[in-house]
């Protein structure tokens, strides 16, 4: 008897949870509202049955439990009760699987007015390329890459001179215009994540995958790797700003081509010091406690810290510069940041060398005045 009433305890709460939880889907701001609808079915499907089995389960727990001289019939085959659980389970996961395989196609076979844009994926972050004016994506390869080609450009396809690169973890794309996002990965795997948008797709060194998806809310919407992919995995978020078309092309247009990147023109991207310096505080940890985007981890956020004063504990206040990094780093308690706890440890010079320090010290620098000069 208890455990019948504890069976329907289960089936009941659950139920109960389900329908009272505050753990929902985001809204959506995509147009696949069809993904929602095959988790939807999937959902229904697998709670009539959790249900229904539940409830069979209490019932006979009840009903065939123990007697005084009761026998059990022994009743092996049963072919009507079969043929009946056989149709019923086919019904069930056809219902699941079927418009997932209709989703599926649709996902894949982008409208022919799609543009296109370029996702690149490495530990830890994301970068974006835009075809730019002949509307041809340039071709690229990762024998390419060195500091000053971050996105492996081939440097004799003249299709690639007007492509526009977006080097920071923002991007921003028009709203109601179907873009097809095609991905790539310089390391290991990734996937491209933004819940809002219900799409996702892996990232696979040696291949391009893809998928089409149009933004039908403006807003900023997160980027998340969905694929652990080492020990920065956590860190290596992006946003996607879903803007109006006019807001769109002003931003595109502040962006650097690839032949503007070569020239030197709009020197936007990080400098090879600076990325250095970017590798040097990855490899040490120190996104485990500070972010680059404004959010508070456990120490204060780098975005903007360049130049900025800060409050310190002592009531004190200090314009960031390099000697003051030097020190944050070398002798973190020295000048305490007000509203911090001293965790963070001291890093001597064989944790961090002199020259690592200067790389990373190049890095916070670039990172705010690339910022500057992207916000117009
Ligand atoms: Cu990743």
């Known amino acids: 008897m208890a455990v019948a009433i504890f069976l329907l305890i289960l089936v009941v709460g659950s139920v109960i949870f389900t329908f009272v939880s505050p753990w929902w889907f985001t809204d959506i701001a995509s147009n696949w509202g069809g993904i929602d609808t095959t988790?939807?079915?999937?959902?229904?499907?697998?709670?009539?049955?959790?249900?229904?089995?539940?409830?069979?389960?209490?019932?006979?727990?009840?009903?065939?439990?123990?007697?005084?001289?009761?026998?059990?019939?022994?009743?092996?085959?049963?072919?009507?009760?079969?043929?009946?659980?056989?149709?019923?389970?086919?019904?069930?996961?056809?219902?699941?699987?079927?418009?997932g395989l209709l989703v599926w196609d649709d996902?894949?076979?982008?409208?022919?007015?799609?543009?296109e844009i370029e996702v690149l994926s490495q530990q830890w972050r994301w970068s974006f390329r835009f075809p730019g004016e002949d509307g041809v994506l340039g071709t690229?390869?990762?024998?390419?890459?060195?500091?000053?080609?971050?996105?492996?450009?081939?440097?004799?396809?003249?299709?690639?001179?007007?492509d526009v690169l977006v080097a920071?973890?923002?991007?921003?794309?028009?709203?109601?215009?179907?873009?097809?996002?095609?991905?790539?990965?310089?390391?290991?795997?990734?996937?491209?994540?933004?819940?809002?948008?219900?799409?996702?797709?892996?990232?696979?060194?040696?291949?391009?995958?893809?998928?089409w998806f149009e933004p039908t809310k403006e807003g900023d919407y997160e980027i998340l790797c969905a694929e652990l992919c080492g020990k920065g995995h956590y860190t290596m978020r992006g946003f996607v700003d879903i803007v109006g078309q006019e807001d769109f092309d002003a931003w595109l247009a502040a962006q650097p081509t690839w032949a503007q990147m070569k020239a030197g023109v709009t020197p936007k991207a990080y400098s090879a010091l600076a990325r250095r310096g970017r590798e040097v505080a990855e490899a040490n940890g120190c996104f485990a406690c500070h972010s680059l985007d404004g959010s508070q981890v456990v120490g204060p956020t780098w975005q903007g810290l360049w130049g900025a004063e800060t409050a310190l504990a002592d009531g004190s206040s200090i314009t960031v510069d390099e000697s003051y990094v030097l020190e944050s780093v070398r002798a973190p308690a020295a000048k305490?940041?007000?509203?911090?706890?001293?965790?963070?440890?001291?890093?001597?010079?064989?944790?961090?060398?002199?020259?690592?320090?200067a790389a990373l010290a190049a890095f916070l620098r670039e990172d705010t005045e690339l910022a500057e000069a992207s916000t117009p």
């Not at 996902?107 to 543009?115: E, L, M, S, T």
């Not at 024998?143 to 396809?157: A, C, E, L, Q, V």
Request: hydrophobic letters at 45%; proline letters at 8%; glycine letters at 6%.
């Open 336 to 357: 305490l940041v007000e509203g911090f706890a001293p965790v963070m440890i001291a890093y001597d010079a064989e944790i961090i060398s002199d020259d690592d320090l």
């Open 140 to 162: 690229v390869h990762v024998k390419n890459i060195r500091s000053d080609n971050p996105f492996g450009m081939n440097p004799n396809d003249p299709a690639g001179e007007d």
């Open 39 to 99: 988790v939807l079915i999937t959902f229904w499907v697998c709670g009539v049955v959790f249900v229904a089995v539940g409830l069979f389960m209490a019932y006979s727990t009840w009903k065939f439990r123990h007697r005084e001289g009761a026998r059990a019939d022994y009743e092996p085959e049963n072919p009507r009760l079969e043929l009946g659980l056989t149709i019923v389970t086919a019904i069930g996961v056809v219902a699941m699987l079927a418009p």
């Open 107 to 115: 996902y894949v076979n982008p409208p022919a007015d799609a543009q």
């Open 168 to 211: 920071g973890n923002r991007v921003q794309l028009p709203v109601n215009r179907p873009y097809k996002v095609l991905l790539r990965s310089n390391d290991v795997l990734h996937d491209f994540f933004v819940p809002e948008f219900r799409a996702k797709m892996d990232a696979v060194p040696g291949m391009i995958t893809y998928f």
